[in-house]
């Protein structure tokens, strides 16, 4: 009787040690699918300090980031008002800088309690190539050229392509998904423009026609959505991989309607 | 009487069996059974049902990869063959094609005739035949039966680029002409026997204005494809028979443009066991199954399926074809 009744309060203890465990979930190096935000940089200078979380991986990373952003002014969190993000990257001494295209203007979202928004890095920092951020609260406080890093992701797709007529470069970042299935998937991406490589704009306008395509097999499928405008600079369709194997999806789009694409419009590629 | 009544069905049993894998219907129909008469018959009449269930692919490496879905297709193939003379004998082969597929979000099922297919087959030797031997006549037994067979198929099924959905596709969507050479030779007399056949399968280009209902513009076309079987076949008594074929092919790569697509030739090998049962000289049923290995290097850019089949034959006898 008493190691019955010692074995039920091992086990009540047990019970209740996991249901009081940490609630938070690091997010997987996949696509942003939740609110799960982690810290992955830290920016102090004096009084000020602010820190980037990311939903999308434990570290920012090439591609598409979910990302949030707490501002500290002498250790109380501002919980109003907007934050600018200025990525610079800088490969050698005086070099040429270039940027990436992230959210124009990160509010502040009080389910979340941060500032969100988005980045969208196409190179990784390394030896010779290192990104610094230039913050901005409110346009009040500002918190210049501070050294983050940024990693490769493999599941990176990020389509660059030039629309010949206005020489203007165009960037496709796919959001989802990173880990395609066998059928129909939930295609999501952004679109953006730039003609310096340091001012990207966000594209919200376009048409996109998508096709995906088995390159070895030489078949397509059916019943796929062309992704339309939904918000945020996001882009979302349906693919259906009807089969397992190495699938395309090429992305033809139209702006101010005129293809901007080429002939051969960029592929992503999934592997389902 | 019995002697001529064996002989007869050994001649058919060797003149027809299975020979030819079916692809898997999102690829939209597959090669079509080929009636063979033997020598003694005028005309034939075969109803087919197939039931083919698709297992997955190997990839442009070999590597088999599953599929997530159920897809099953159905076929009921009516064919009929007709023999002119002792060397020339033709057949039509009109297939009707269910397909399902358990794909989420997409039309579960769908059906239409498919590819016809016309086949004609010129024997150039037939075994056991009476030929001279100084001033007698005496039954050979050396030559093989030999034939030289042509085909084309028409495509008159639904393929990629007039259907809807994957399930809707019940044809290949382009013209396709084969040449090929059938042998058959008996090791033991009235019992065993051996058979290859080798065909060589052209497809031509077929422009694309439509693709599952979107628009499209582009040419697809398959690459050459070599087909290659070989079977044993051994036969109990006078009314049934056993074969097992070694079957595959190789397909070169696709053009699509006019341009070669890389890595988009094709090849698989199967395995097909077949029963032959003889209720009546003039009527035979013929069970099979097609069986793959769902394993790496089987294969090529190919679908793996299993296959069941049978076949109901009837044939019109007519002893007067010298």
């Not at chain 1, 599941?155 to 165009?170: E, H, R």
């Not at chain 2, 009921?76 to 094609?97: C, E, L, W």
């Not at chain 2, 090929?180 to 008996?186: D, E």
Request: proline share 4%; net charge neutral; aromatic share 16%.
């Amino acid at each position: 009787m008493k190691i019955l009744i010692l074995s039920i309060i091992l086990f009540s203890l047990s019970v209740i040690y996991y249901s009081c465990g940490d609630n938070s979930v690091t997010p997987k190096n996949e696509e942003p699918t939740s609110n799960n935000y982690v810290k992955v940089v830290t920016a102090e200078n004096g009084n000020l300090k602010f820190e980037i979380w990311s939903a999308t991986a434990s570290f920012l990373r090439i591609g598409y980031n979910k990302i949030g952003f707490k501002v500290f002014e002498n250790n109380q969190e501002k919980n109003s008002g907007f934050v600018k993000f200025f990525p610079k990257m800088y490969h050698w001494l005086n070099s040429p800088m270039h940027s990436s295209p992230v959210k124009e203007r990160y509010n502040y979202v009080d389910t979340v309690g941060m500032f969100t928004g988005y980045a969208i890095f196409t190179m990784q920092s390394d030896t010779s190539s290192f990104w610094y951020g230039f913050y901005n609260f409110n346009d009040l406080l500002f918190l210049d050229s501070a050294l983050f890093n940024v990693q490769i992701y493999q599941g990176l797709q990020i389509k660059i392509f030039v629309d010949n007529q206005t020489a203007a470069d165009y960037l496709i970042t796919l959001i989802k998904p990173y880990s395609p299935a066998q059928g129909f998937n939930t295609f999501q991406c952004m679109l953006h423009r730039t003609s310096d490589d340091i001012h990207y704009e966000q594209v919200d306008d376009a048409q996109m026609y998508i096709m995906p395509w088995m390159p070895t097999m030489l078949h397509g499928s059916s019943n796929n959505v062309d992704p339309v405008h939904i918000g945020e600079g996001i882009y979302e369709g349906t693919a259906n991989f009807n089969m397992p194997g190495e699938w395309y999806v090429y992305d033809t789009v139209y702006y101010q309607n005129r293809k901007i694409t080429p002939n051969i419009p960029p592929k992503f590629t999934f592997n389902p | 009487m019995n002697i001529k009544i064996i002989s007869l069905v050994i001649v058919i049993v060797l003149l027809i069996n299975i020979k030819n894998s079916k692809a898997c219907n999102v690829c939209g129909g597959g090669t079509s059974d080929i009636a063979v008469l033997a020598l003694d018959g005028r005309m034939l009449f075969n109803m087919g049902f197939m039931y083919d269930h698709y297992l997955g692919i190997w990839d442009q490496n070999g590597k088999w990869r599953e599929s997530d879905f159920t897809t099953n297709q159905y076929k009921i193939a009516v064919a009929i063959a007709y023999r002119i003379n002792k060397h020339f004998q033709f057949g039509i082969t009109v297939p009707y094609v269910f397909n399902t597929s358990s794909n989420t979000g997409l039309k579960q099922s769908g059906s239409s005739v498919g590819d016809l297919s016309v086949s004609a087959r010129y024997e150039l030797f037939h075994e056991f035949q009476l030929r001279k031997s100084g001033s007698k006549k005496k039954i050979d037994n050396l030559y093989p039966y030999l034939a030289f067979i042509f085909g084309i198929t028409i495509p008159t099924g639904k393929s990629d680029e007039t259907a809807k959905n994957e399930v809707d596709v019940t044809g290949k969507g382009f013209y396709s002409t084969s040449l090929g050479i059938s042998v058959i030779k008996s090791i033991i007399k009235n019992r065993f026997q051996m058979s290859a056949d080798l065909s060589w399968q052209h497809s031509f280009t077929n422009k694309y204005e439509t693709y599952f209902g979107s628009s499209a513009s582009f040419t697809k076309q398959a690459g050459d494809k070599f087909n290659y079987s070989m079977t044993v076949n051994y036969i109990f008594g006078s009314e049934h028979a056993v074969s097992l074929t070694a079957t595959g092919f190789n397909q070169s790569a696709y053009l699509i443009n006019d341009n070669v697509a890389n890595n988009s030739d094709e090849r698989s090998f199967n395995f097909i066991l077949a029963y032959t049962y003889y209720p009546h000289i003039q009527f035979r049923i013929t069970p099979s199954v097609k069986w793959t290995f769902p394993s790496n290097n089987f294969g090529r850019n190919a679908t793996g399926s299993t296959t069941f089949n049978i076949n109901f034959t009837y044939y019109i006898p007519d002893y007067s074809i010298k």
